[in-house]
């Protein structure tokens, strides 16, 4: 149905910048939703950062200041510029793709995941 790709991970040291993307294909007319999402090992997924197809955007508080979710609609691709790393970041982030409604998320994808990992 809808199929996403990731790309832009890797190892960083503390205080610096990544950029992720995130290319989606297949039958996405029906997407409003995009976000990342974020699971270090041993620990719950987290919703790290989310567009809406209006434009209003969503970060979580330890992100706030320091991530920026963005969207090239041309290109259906979704990015996550991180600045400020710290080695709390360290996970692997998954690129979402959902329709969303009042109802809540009644379709939903999933990127294959991103190595993020920084070190002191």
């Known amino acids: 149905q809808v199929q996403l790709v990731e790309s832009g991970g890797g190892l960083v040291q503390a205080g610096g910048s990544l950029r992720l993307s995130c290319a989606a294909s297949?039958?996405?007319?029906?997407?409003?939703?995009r976000g990342w999402y974020r699971q270090a090992p041993g620990k719950q997924r987290e919703l790290v950062a989310a567009?809406?197809?209006?434009?209003?955007?969503n970060y979580a508080d330890s992100v706030k200041g320091r991530f920026t979710i963005s969207r090239d609609n041309a290109k259906n691709t979704v990015y996550l510029q991180m600045n400020s790393l710290k080695p709390e970041d360290t996970a692997v982030y998954y690129c979402?793709?959902?329709?969303?409604?009042?109802?809540?998320?009644?379709?939903?994808?999933w990127g294959q995941g991103t190595q993020v990992t920084v070190s002191s």
């Open positions: 567009v809406m197809s209006g434009g209003s955007t």
């Open positions: 979402n793709a959902a329709r969303v409604t009042l109802r809540g998320i009644q379709e939903d994808y």
């Open positions: 297949g039958s996405i007319s029906s997407i409003n939703a």
